[in-house]
């Protein structure tokens, strides 16, 4: 996508207090109008649309019948599925295994 912002930054006080104070920012879609001691900047941006992509993570977890079931799952699994995360869609994430016996 590409678009554009206009900044007007406000330079110094006015004499009389009024306005702004220094260093103020305020954005704009157009061209503002700028008054003494205001001055607009242009920024062109041009952004991928994956930005405004949030990721929708699924998964599935199947366990045969005759499967064992275990309630351990140690560091290493959840380091390395951490790892895996982060490497194919660059997300950083912290995984914790409930402790609860009831949970099953």
Not at 9 to 26: D, H, N, R
Not at 29 to 37: D, F, V
């Amino acid at each position: 996508m590409k678009t554009e912002v206009w900044l007007k930054v406000e330079g110094k006080k006015s004499k009389y207090g009024a306005g702004a104070e220094p260093g103020a920012i305020s954005s704009y879609k157009k061209k503002p109008a700028t008054g003494a001691g205001e001055i607009a900047i242009k920024i062109d941006l041009d952004l991928p649309d994956a930005l405004f992509l949030k990721p929708t993570l699924t998964a599935r977890v199947e366990v045969p019948d005759d499967h064992p079931i275990s309630t351990e799952v140690d560091a290493t699994v959840k380091d390395n599925l951490a790892a895996i995360l982060e490497e194919q869609l660059g997300l950083r994430v912290h995984i914790s295994a409930d402790d609860k016996a009831d949970a099953l």
